[in-house]
């Protein structure tokens, strides 16, 4: 069937193009009736009006981008981490709720890549320091939601489309040592991705710091791109040191079952040889054996959060410059030490 034109739906309901386009957009100053019939006719005859023309005429795609700059260096996707494949789903279903579709931007490639793309605003997650794309996406006047960081790098009214949403990363990294130390551990060692990303950087940070100030001596492994070999290859190098680590924090995502079984193919346990505490969003988690202590940076909550923040700042709607929020520790029975009395796991969580 061929598709119902505007003209169609004039000759139809008996009056002109304009009155139509007039009477389908809310615009112009017709009767109500004439509004209605117009409606109806338009119903009745299954007229759909081209989005896109519709869109083009008006300035605005309703699309908004979204890149993830954790490693800018090597190409990966999206699906390939649970917090990111998490996050992209959440983001959907949210802008989607607002008349909005999402655009996936390359993960890696030439620093220009993404600008001539139409997109109305552009969520930009864990970019990297002095992250050019940030930059040029406001100098463009395209609203951006970055992180505190990326915006207080451009200072000034460089800045003045931006949103943030962000977490204290070092609170969480340092709440987490706690744990690891009230539950016996002495030699913490940390699993971080080699990356100029806020999130690395705070965390590293504040593990380096609480080393300090405990006298602990730093166990770092540094990944310079995503993967779960790496990962697994890191942890072997970390127990090939003369005193292997009593603990791990792994900064980086995997997947826990087979970190779990890396762990016990180089003859540890957890938690008797070894604690463990995860950050990750894989659910299966909390269903190995035994289940995994996970620090969660909420996919859902930012996403709903970052949505609400640019769609309010295209939509002219007053709103917050940022909001923080809280991330999660779920502490499970991977690091809790036998020989420490053990709390009520089931439901624990700490708010960060």
């Keep these: 069937m061929s598709r119902v034109r505007l003209v169609d739906v004039a000759r139809a309901a008996g009056v002109s193009k304009t009155t139509v386009s ?14 209605e019939h117009v409606r109806q006719v338009a119903r009745g005859l299954g007229y759909r009006p081209n989005a896109t023309a519709r869109l083009l005429r008006s300035g605005h795609t309703r699309l908004l981008g979204l890149a993830a700059r954790e490693y800018v260096e090597t190409p990966w996707v999206y699906a390939d981490l649970a917090y990111f494949a998490q996050l992209v789903t959440a983001i959907t279903r949210a802008a989607l709720s607002h008349g909005y579709g999402v655009v996936l931007l390359p993960t890696s490639g030439p620093e220009d890549c993404w600008l001539d793309m139409p997109l109305d605003g552009v969520f930009v997650i864990d970019p990297v320091e002095h992250d050019p794309m940030v930059g040029d996406f406001l100098a463009a006047g395209v609203p951006v939601v970055a992180d505190r960081r990326a915006l207080d790098e451009l200072g000034g009214d460089a800045r003045d489309g931006g949103r943030w949403v962000d977490f204290d990363y070092g609170k969480g990294t340092r709440q987490v040592l706690d744990h690891l130390a009230a539950q016996g551990a002495e030699r913490i060692a940390v699993v971080a991705g080699a990356t100029s990303a806020c999130f690395h950087q705070q965390s590293v940070r504040a593990y380096r710091d609480w080393c300090a100030e405990h006298g602990r001596e730093e166990r770092i492994i540094g990944l ?5 070999q790496l990962t697994l290859d890191a942890v072997r190098d970390l127990f090939a040191a003369p005193v292997p680590p009593d603990a791990l924090f792994t900064l980086v995502e995997i997947s826990a079952p087979l970190l779990l079984d890396a762990i016990r193919r180089l003859g540890r346990s957890v938690p008797g040889d070894l604690l463990l505490v995860c950050t990750t969003e894989d659910p299966a988690a909390a269903y190995t054996d035994p289940p995994i202590s996970t620090l969660s940076f909420l ?8 949505v609400d923040l640019l769609v309010a700042r295209l939509e ?12 999660d520790l779920q502490i499970r029975a991977s690091s809790v ?5 053990r709390p009520e796991l089931a439901g624990r969580h700490a708010e960060l």
């Design 22 to 35: 007039d009477a389908l957009n809310g615009t112009g100053r017709l009767p109500t009736a004439t509004r």
């Design 224 to 228: 310079p791109s995503p993967g779960v």
């Design 299 to 306: 996919p859902g909550e930012t996403a709903q959060a970052a």
């Design 316 to 327: 002219g709607r007053p709103s917050e410059q940022g909001r923080l929020l809280e991330a």
């Design 337 to 341: 030490s036998v020989a420490v009395p």
